[in-house]
């Protein structure tokens, strides 16, 4: 019998923080003092505790109920306690699901407000049908939501948040909602910011491509409002918000077909202001947020200028739906093992791209390819791709060698991160010296792409774009070296903890590694390799505690 075979667990959830009634502590000490009443004091003092603070009771998905499950799956528990039947879940279908389930597992199921215990046949009666007005409860209040949003819309008040790319949000009055006073707020414009969006829209109504468009803003140092490059996901999310449409004819129309339920009327829609949407999303914690289909919307005219005429706005839209019914569907499992360890010399992770070739073995052909070359089409970085498996197999080898003298590999290791302890100050010296030699090259590069749309067809204005591109590769060569001694300096010499622990990992990687699944093999390689660094034509391989062991 295992030792915690019969062990009783409590389960506690609470949607947020409040600091005061039905809290995390109160539910959790109630259900003790009932397992003390019920099943004795031993019981009481060895129960296990779930907490899930933050999470609705919408579904399941929640990670301390997830292992409560496992533990119960593992034959682990003996019964499952909760201060009340919500804590579990407001669904009816996941309710009944785990609740047949649990009678499976011989687990039993207490609710201690409600006094159910499906133990007896009445209780899992009882407790079926108070799940049916937990169900009825949260449908209440998901329309009383929807019915404050309808008010809102009528308001086309915007609601704050992220505001986005193109405006600020402005506190202008104060309105009444639901009997409630309310902060009131526009949307005004950012002339600098609103051209980007324009920009973005041109450049995908051109390319009809997320990707296309993605790296013409990198090649034209287009940034976002924190100074990231923007992604295909954040370029996505400009595109579909109908905040940037023009509230005319067309835009009207789009919305009427798809029968959005439009709180503003055509005569609202007067070619000049945009739109607020309302209900987009679906955003319950637990969960990735989920885009609801246009149909579920709740739309207005709001009070901002709108940015994208109408028709572009739609045009669009029907590109991007049109392009994911044929988006290229990524493989999820790959047979690369460096994955995550690999960089550029220029900075950027390198990502394995599969080819449609087998090796003699039958494994796959791939290489690594600089996720930055690949979003700027070359433009911030032109280094070869790697082969991957040659590159593969070379690491693996290495790591082999290294463990047939394990002992003399780590006093090197020792050695060598002793004489760079030394050399901090110098490393950091070195580090400041290339972050203003790049802030430097940046400035001329500006510069140069200022000057350019100023200057005629010709001789110089090639001549300006070719040093715009050497500036370019310079500023990339540079973020590469500050990326490379950043990942030197900092570190601490290995204790004799992590001595012992790289013995005996060096020790078990040499004579097993040949059985390791695919999986076993990454893990062994991530706990001894810290990165590899490729530069084009040689790979550099730094490890755990070390400074420069290739």
Same mark, same amino acid.
């Given at each position: ?8 667990a ?14 995390i ?5 109630? &259900? ?13 003092e ?20 997830r ?90 008040r ?19 909602v639901?009997g ?35 790296a ?67 955003q ?6 989920? &885009? ?77 390819? &600089?996720?930055?070359?690949e ?56 580090l ?91 893990s ?27």
């Open positions: 019998m295992r030792e915690n075979e019969n062990r009783i409590i389960y506690s959830r609470k949607s947020k923080f409040t600091g005061r009634g039905e809290s502590g109160n539910q959790v000490d109630m &259900c003790r003092e009932y397992i003390l009443a019920h099943y004795g004091s031993e019981q009481a060895s129960a296990v505790v779930y907490e899930d603070e933050g999470f609705s009771g919408g579904n399941l998905n929640r990670p301390d109920f292992r409560m499950m496992k533990a119960a799956r593992s034959r682990q528990l003996r019964a499952i306690i909760v201060y009340r039947l919500d804590r579990i879940s407001r669904n009816i279908s996941d309710f009944s699901g785990l609740i047949e389930e649990l009678s499976r597992l011989d687990v039993a199921f207490v609710s201690i407000r409600e006094q159910f215990d499906t133990a007896t046949p009445m209780g899992r009666a009882m407790m079926y049908i108070a799940s049916v007005f937990s169900q009825l409860e949260r449908e209440t209040i998901a329309e009383r939501i929807r019915d404050n949003m309808h008010e809102l819309a009528k308001t086309g915007w609601l704050g948040g992220v505001t986005p790319t193109g405006y600020a949000s402005e506190s202008v009055r104060s309105v009444t639901d409630k006073t309310r902060k009131a707020c526009r949307l005004t414009l950012i002339p600098e910011e609103a051209e980007i969006v324009r920009t973005i829209f041109r450049l995908f109504l051109a390319a009809d491509s997320l990707t296309g468009t993605e013409e803003l990198i090649k034209r140092r287009i940034v976002t409002k924190n100074g990231k490059h923007f992604t295909r996901f954040s370029i996505r999310a400009i595109l579909q918000n109908p905040v940037y449409a023009v509230a005319d004819s067309d835009t009207y129309r789009y919305f009427t077909d798809r029968e959005t339920e439009l709180f503003s009327g055509p005569e609202a829609f007067d070619g000049q202001h945009g739109l607020i949407a309302y209900n987009r999303t679906d319950e914690k637990g969960r990735a947020t989920a &885009c609801l289909p246009v149909s579920e919307w709740i739309v207005c005219v709001g009070q901002h200028p709108g940015l994208i005429p109408g028709a572009s706005w739609v045009k669009v839209q029907s590109m991007l739906e049109r392009n994911r019914q044929k988006a290229f569907r990524k493989p999820r499992t790959n047979e690369a093992l460096l994955t995550g360890l690999i960089y550029c010399r220029c900075g950027g992770r390198m990502y394995p791209k599969l080819s449609s070739r087998k090796t003699a073995e039958g494994k796959t052909v791939f290489a690594y390819v &600089c996720k930055m070359k979003r700027s089409q070359g433009s911030l970085c032109r280094e070869r791709n790697v082969s991957g498996n040659t590159l593969d197999a070379e690491v693996m080898q290495q790591v082999q060698t290294l463990a047939c003298d394990a002992e003399r590999f780590i006093a090197r290791m020792a050695q060598s991160r002793r004489l760079c302890t030394g050399d901090q100050a110098e490393h950091e010296e070195s400041a010296a290339l972050h203003r030699e790049r802030s430097e090259a940046q400035r001329r590069l500006t510069g140069l792409v200022d000057s350019l749309a100023d200057l005629p067809d010709g001789a110089a204005r090639s001549l300006v774009a070719r040093r715009i591109d050497e500036l370019h590769r310079e500023c990339a060569a540079l973020e590469g070296r500050m990326h490379e001694l950043s990942g030197t300096t900092g570190r601490q010499a290995l204790d004799e903890a992590e001595f012992g622990r790289m013995l005996r990992l060096l020790g078990s990687f040499r004579e097993s590694a040949a059985r390791m699944t695919l999986q076993q093999q990454r062994a390689l991530r706990a001894v390799v810290q990165r590899i660094i490729w530069d084009g034509q040689r790979a550099e391989v730094i490890l755990h505690g070390a400074a420069d062991q290739t």
